[in-house]
């Protein structure tokens, strides 16, 4: 029996043959982008390239699925590989431990002829980077945005960057955006779930001046959502209609 049986049910063989031959990337293995690059693995992404320099640590425990009390201090990206490979033995899996620099994005992004990006990056200008690249070569992408001090999984959703709201790290990025002339064409999974402002922590450190409080399951349903976003869009290709359910994900190839 295969173990792709159930997913062959309910997709069918050429949706299943789209998702083996598809070449997706991830950026960013932290509660959000572990969860997405597992359950694209779990659906049949079969060509998979995953990013992150960081390693477990305790603070991870209570919300990543790869950390644990036996792994801290050991690289998410390699922890993530054995798991992926011991969930599909088959799987053509690339594996790089470097942070998201916006030379290495720029080479990365242009040179991988990709068939989905997904960004789970949680710093600021390798975001940007990111999204611009992507925006402006056509390379279809879902951006995840804040995820820290939000509780109701009923309000994440997907949209375009231009309807966020409630999410400060959507504004941001958006102001940045307007500044090189992009303002919509980006999708994004979001929450408009307004964070208590006793959730947040001041904290200066290398990548943020704040800490904020978060739970188990919220980062995977973000993460869960950024897998839908880009199994349906790459399973829609063969299709003439689009769902009414969610629009295509950001910058369709033209």
């Known amino acids: 029996m295969s173990w792709q049986e159930r997913t062959e049910l309910l997709l069918g063989d050429e949706k299943m043959r789209i998702l083996r031959s598809a070449k997706v990337l ?39 699925l790869i950390a644990t009390h036996e792994n801290i201090g050991k690289p998410k990206a390699e922890e993530f590989a ?30 991988g002829n990709w068939d989905f990006v997904v ?63 992009i303002y919509k064409g980006i999708t994004v999974v979001f929450s408009p779930e307004l964070v208590d402002k006793s959730a947040i922590v001041e904290e200066e450190s290398t990548n943020k001046k704040s800490n904020v409080g978060t739970i188990s399951y919220i980062p995977v349903v973000f993460g869960c959502m950024c897998a839908y976003a880009c199994i349906d869009y790459l399973t829609k290709q063969t299709e003439t209609s689009h769902s009414e359910l969610v629009s295509a994900p950001s910058a369709q190839r033209s």
């Open 26 to 64: 991830v950026c960013g293995l932290g509660g959000v982008g572990g969860a997405a690059a597992e359950q694209l693995v779990r659906a049949g992404i079969q060509n998979l390239t995953i990013v992150d320099a960081d390693c477990v640590s305790e603070t991870n425990i209570n919300r990543q």
């Open 119 to 181: 960004d789970a990056i949680d710093t600021l200008s390798p975001k940007m980077h990111l999204m611009r690249i992507c925006h402006q070569n056509g390379i279809p992408s879902v951006s995840c945005m804040g995820s820290g001090g939000k509780k109701n999984p009923q309000m994440i959703q997907i949209a375009d960057i231009s309807k966020t709201y409630n999410c400060r790290l959507a504004l941001m990025l958006r102001k940045r955006l307007h500044r090189i002339g």
């Open 82 to 111: 054995k798991r992926f490979r011991a969930i599909n033995p088959d799987i053509n899996l690339t594996v790089i431990g470097e942070y998201l620099r916006d030379e290495f994005l720029e080479s990365t992004l242009k040179n």
